[in-house]
């Protein structure tokens, strides 16, 4: 399964927008690129996926890399709430694919 | 709104006690997806099922561990017996079996073996 690499954590200032980097240099061309979180005590929720072009929803922006080599999810204004691990994945098209978490990013939102 | 159900919430229990996990995926998905979570080894796949049959089961150790479906609105792990390595949180998550699919999580099982 190709890999991603994400910092190990980030903080951020509330009411500001953060950016959170993902690299995945050896993802195929028919990978999609996916974000969970896992707010504390929860289990992972879905923020979104794309495959080549940026995606938009009420939670956040998935910016992709013209090269598809790299990605970044982006909270428009961070609350206290989106204090969590935030995971990017590479999922191959298929219905029957998996998806494999790695460490993700540990984002902390000051007051 | 919709949600996976998992049952019980807290377990504790001891070495060498049988465990069953459960699960109730959200009402027409066809995917059910294991998980276990651990400090040191983060969020491992464990098994998952489409349609009620397993796909891929290799990141569970087969010697002690045993997943199923039942019927389409319940999954199961089992461990039998239990070890104290085997605690964890463990997570179920349910999706529609379509491409590119949103897996929707439960709340989790904490596991405690002594």
């Known amino acids: 399964d190709a890999k991603t690499t994400q910092p190990n954590s980030m903080e951020s200032n509330e009411e500001e927008p953060v950016h959170l980097p993902c690299n995945h240099s050896?993802?195929?061309?028919?990978?999609?690129i996916h974000w969970y979180r896992q707010l504390p005590s929860q289990g992972p929720e879905y923020v979104i996926h794309g495959l080549t072009s940026n995606v938009n929803n009420r939670m956040a922006s998935l910016a992709i890399a013209e090269d598809r080599k790299s990605s970044t999810l982006i909270l428009h204004r961070a609350t206290l709430r989106d204090a969590a691990v935030y995971y990017c994945?590479?999922?191959?098209?298929?219905?029957?694919?998996?998806?494999?978490f790695g460490k993700g990013i540990t984002l902390s939102v000051r007051p | 709104d919709a949600r996976v159900t998992q049952t019980p919430r807290h377990k504790v229990t001891e070495m060498g006690q049988e465990v069953t996990m459960r699960c109730q995926p959200i009402?027409?998905?066809?995917?059910v997806f294991w998980y276990r979570q651990t400090m040191m080894q983060g969020l491992e796949l464990l098994a998952y099922?489409?349609?009620?049959?397993?796909?891929?089961d290799s990141g569970m150790p087969k010697d002690r561990f045993s997943a199923e479906m039942p019927d389409a609105t319940l999954a199961t792990l089992k461990i039998q017996p239990s070890e104290p390595r085997d605690s964890a949180v463990y997570f179920c998550?349910?999706?529609?079996?379509?491409?590119?699919?949103?897996?929707?999580f439960g709340s989790g099982t904490q596991l405690s073996v002594l």
């Open positions: 009402l027409g998905h066809n995917t």
């Open positions: 050896t993802i195929s061309g028919t990978d999609y």
């Open positions: 994945i590479l999922r191959p098209l298929g219905a029957n694919s998996k998806l494999t």
């Open positions: 998550a349910s999706g529609l079996g379509t491409d590119n699919e949103k897996l929707f």
């Open positions: 099922f489409r349609n009620r049959a397993p796909l891929d």
